[in-house]
């Protein structure tokens, strides 16, 4: 079973949070991973009203967002020279301005100018377009047949992970709380369901080992009861888990001081 973790965004945020949980007696664990994203895109080049001729939701969407920034720049090129420090360097932006110098409409001079060259109808600008390809799988047929391809791409990256190093439910709370500053409300909702569902398995083992000593006894009632089921005021929690997850709690528990396991016995401190 895997031990809560909270992620948190950069290596400043690992070391802050690890150090604030230490602080309020919260046992915990900062660790980097080197991690990585895939994503499968479908790419496509052709002229803006090319694309929009295809009368793809997602690809009409897309042509949404790159017109509006399109827009914004050429707004402003049509007046005057931009400095590169006045760009954004958000993707969609960096996607509109190479489109623009693949067509030959701007230049940068050495001095970190754009300046504009000619001015081309968005209709009639070429552009090179992805989309995931989960979101146009019905019409991946017609797109290969207008020149459409699949585009794999892989990104590495290093994730930061402080891991929670307590079952008390408590203690779990009170690190859900001084994590608040530092992740956002989905990650967190993520880590404070995992944590819940830990702590109230952790405690039905521990409730139980006062009785029952023999580990494959107690692994064969757990896995019976399942799932385990927790009532809320607006819902329910349920959960499930694998023998080999039990085995691994039970490690974790007896490294916590808990319990002790030795072949099959188990000792409840």
């Not at 694309?51 to 399109?70: A, D, M």
């Not at 600008?125 to 207008?146: F, H, T």
């Not at 819940?196 to 398995?201: G, H, Y």
């Not at 799932?227 to 490690?251: C, M, N, T």
């Amino acid at each position: 079973m895997r031990i809560m973790r909270i992620e948190v965004p950069s290596k400043e945020y690992l070391s802050e949070l690890s150090k604030r949980l230490s602080k309020a007696g919260i046992m915990n664990k900062p660790k980097e991973e080197l991690d990585w994203e895939i994503n499968h895109m479908i790419s496509l080049r052709k002229k803006f009203n090319e694309l929009k001729n295809l009368k793809i939701e997602s690809i009409l969407e897309r042509l949404s967002q790159f017109e509006n920034v399109y827009s914004e720049i050429m707004g402003k090129l049509r007046t005057r020279e931009l400095n590169l420090e006045e760009i954004s360097d958000e993707p969609l932006v960096i996607e509109v301005l190479e489109a623009l110098v693949e067509n030959n409409c701007v230049e940068f001079s050495d001095d970190g100018k754009i300046k504009l060259l000619r001015d081309v109808p968005l209709e009639e600008l070429e552009i090179e377009l992805s989309v995931p390809a989960d979101e146009v799988l019905e019409d991946l047929e017609n797109l290969e047949r207008v020149g459409g391809k699949l585009v794999t791409e892989v990104k590495l990256l290093k994730r930061y992970y402080v891991e929670i190093m307590e079952v008390e439910l408590e203690a779990i709370q009170r690190a859900l709380d001084i994590a608040e500053e530092y992740v956002d409300e989905e990650a967190l909702l993520e880590s404070a369901i995992a944590g819940i569902a830990k702590s109230a398995l952790s405690q039905l083992i521990l409730s139980l080992v006062k009785d029952i000593r023999k580990k494959d006894e107690l692994i064969d009632l757990l896995l019976s009861s399942e799932p385990i089921e927790i009532g809320g005021e607006h819902g329910d929690l349920r959960i499930y888990f694998e023998e080999e997850a039990l085995e691994d709690l039970l490690k974790e528990l007896q490294t916590l001081g808990y319990l002790k396991v030795k072949g099959n016995r188990i000792w409840f401190y």
